[in-house]
């Protein structure tokens, strides 16, 4: 089993930063992407950014590039630096975990989920 524990939300006024961070534990091993996903009321859940727990690619959402990076800082440690928050980033971020190869933003592939961490920005 895998078991992911997300935390650094918060509120924040546009054009600040928040880090959000992602603890990992069990059978990490067996998971070969983890990203970021956010949603928000009355939208689909869409994926913020990824990363290739061995290869290091990542790829990011159209809408956070050049503002959000995701970095491991070790092998059970997910990170989401965000800079340059927008209102349109408020939503619940969640950690998640894939076997799949791919790491592509989609929700499908992703089979496990932390509890999310709520972020806010204000205008």
């Known amino acids: 089993q895998v078991q992911l524990d997300e935390s650094g939300g918060g509120s924040v006024q546009a054009g600040g930063s928040l880090r959000l961070s992602c603890v990992a534990s069990?059978?990490?091993?067996?998971?070969?992407?983890m990203g970021w996903f956010r949603q928000a009321p009355g939208k689909e859940r869409e994926g913020v950014a990824t990363?290739?727990?061995?290869?290091?690619?990542t790829a990011y959402a159209d809408s956070v590039k050049g503002r959000f990076t995701i970095s491991q800082h070790n092998a059970n440690t997910l990170y989401l630096q965000m800079n340059s928050l927008k209102p349109e980033d408020t939503a619940m971020y969640y950690c998640?975990?894939?076997?799949?190869?791919?790491?592509?933003?989609?929700?499908?592939?992703?089979?496990?989920w932390g509890q999310g961490t709520q972020v806010t920005v204000s205008s």
């Open positions: 998640a975990a894939s076997g799949a190869s791919g790491c592509d933003l989609g929700p499908n592939e992703y089979k496990h």
């Open positions: 990363i290739g727990t061995g290869t290091g690619r």
């Open positions: 069990g059978l990490i091993y067996t998971m070969y992407c």
